[in-house]
Every structure is written in structure tokens, then in C-alpha cells.
């Protein structure tokens, strides 16, 4: 796994493993990339640190669309304690800080 962080225009940049990218995904500051197997290869984050510093939760859902896992892994992982989270009633929420942690 390399991290490279550029302090100069704030981006954050998450290599995964050293495969091509075939595909990548864009939504709120943040770009999933794939390989042409569908698997995720790396992530990268503008404005890096408002994310890091962020204590804004994500719902399951963002949390698995970002770390490109299904459901049923990410309450696997919850159940086995291998990620941080609250509950609003029913709903889990994770802070986004957490769920790059774990991506990395």
C-alpha cells in the first residue's frame, strides 16, 4: 500500500495494490478506483484534511459505496469489532474519519 499526500492543493492519494485502473467513481470529493475486475485499487480524497478533520458520520450505505464493500461484509466486520460506529435507532453511522482508516 503507498499514501501520498500533496500538502500543496491538499489531496490525498491511496494506493491499494499497483494495478491499472479501468474504471473510477467521483461523488463528494472523493474517487474510487477500479481495476477491470471491479476490485478497488485506490482511493483519492480532495480537500483531504476538511475530510480528516470531519466529524460528519456516514450512513451504512456511503460507508460501503466508499470502501467498495457490500452490506453484508461491512456488518461482518462491525459484528467481528473491526469497525467503529453509533446507532440512530436502528441505523448505524460512522464517523468518515473511521471508514478511511479503514480503507487503508
Do not use: P
Not at 485502473?21 to 478506483?33: P, Q
Not at 466529524?55 to 466508499?66: K, N, P, V
Amino acid at each position: 500500500m503507498k499514501i501520498h499526500h500533496d500538502s500543496e492543493i491538499d489531496y490525498l492519494s491511496i494506493d491499494f495494490t499497483d494495478e491499472v485502473e479501468s474504471k473510477s467513481i467521483y461523488k463528494d470529493g472523493v474517487i474510487v478506483r477500479y481495476d477491470k475486475k471491479g476490485h478497488v485499487i485506490g482511493i483519492d480524497i480532495t480537500d483531504s484534511m476538511k475530510l480528516f478533520a470531519s466529524s460528519d458520520l456516514m450512513t451504512l450505505q456511503e460507508a460501503c459505496a466508499f470502501l467498495g464493500i457490500s452490506e453484508s461484509t461491512m456488518r461482518r466486520r462491525i459484528k467481528e469489532g473491526k469497525v467503529k460506529f453509533t446507532k440512530e435507532g436502528k441505523d448505524y453511522r460512522f464517523k468518515k474519519a473511521e471508514i478511511i482508516k479503514l480503507a487503508a
